[in-house]
């Protein structure tokens, strides 16, 4: 059984492209959530998503930062324009339901904004 | 708003010497408490958890306690190996909020010499 995969692991792009990060959840879970992890600080909350619905985006920045989770196909955190700032670790985690100690953390992709 | 607090590293210490790293939070309500583990270039996993107040989690020599009256879940290990060296964070889940989204500390990094 596949733990979470994400990819691309190392996503270099120049200021002004778009950035798409992909993440497939285990097997029969069908919770989603994304957190970014900024040099020498903790995770930070980002999106909560349930098949086809976004369910808490509280933490997202409110311009460029778009998610989905379809009904087929990996979730995905997509990231437009950006900036230096957007450099950091975007990790992916998801459960089988709302408890959060169902949570499986993906290794995550490292973007490095040019 | 909820928070977690964990104790500034880096922590450096010697193979067998005992390990505290502090992890106080702020919360309404009874939130779930976990301790996750970063190791270099990987994403986090699930060290121990506890769910209420008194509760003691322990995995791999690891343990913390739930401590409502202090508002803390410090980190302990009797006796540090050289493959702890890593990240600790201190997180926890507001179950009121919807879904299971989770608050983490900043981190603590361990760094133990042989």
């Known amino acids: 059984n596949a733990g979470v995969m994400q990819n691309p692991r190392h996503l270099v792009r120049r200021r002004g492209q778009e950035a798409r990060l992909r993440c497939s959840p285990m097997k029969g879970h069908s919770h989603v959530y994304w957190y970014r992890q900024l040099p020498e600080e903790g995770l930070k909350f980002m999106v909560y998503l349930q098949k086809e619905n976004i369910i808490d985006e509280s933490g997202m920045p409110k311009e460029r930062f778009s998610a989905e989770f379809p009904k087929e196909g990996p979730s995905i955190l997509r990231i437009q324009q950006v900036v230096r700032g957007d450099s950091a670790a975007y990790f992916c985690?998801?459960?089988?339901?709302?408890?959060?100690?169902?949570?499986?953390f993906g290794s995550g992709t490292r973007l490095t904004v040019v | 708003g909820n928070s977690v607090t964990q104790m500034e590293g880096p922590v450096t210490l010697s193979e067998e010497a005992f390990l505290t790293i502090n992890c106080t939070y702020t919360a309404t309500g009874y939130p779930s408490l976990f301790w996750y583990v970063q190791y270099p270039g990987e994403g986090l996993q699930l060290l121990l958890k506890?769910?209420?107040?008194?509760d003691k989690g322990s995995n791999k020599g690891f343990e913390a306690t739930y401590r409502k009256e202090t508002t803390s879940f410090h980190l302990e290990k009797g006796s540090v190996q050289v493959s702890d060296s890593a990240v600790y964070f201190c997180a926890l889940s507001d179950r009121g909020n919807q879904g299971g989204k989770l608050i983490f500390g900043q981190g603590t990094e361990l760094s133990v010499k042989p």
């Open positions: 506890a769910t209420k107040a008194d």
């Open positions: 985690a998801s459960s089988p339901g709302t408890q959060s100690y169902g949570y499986t």
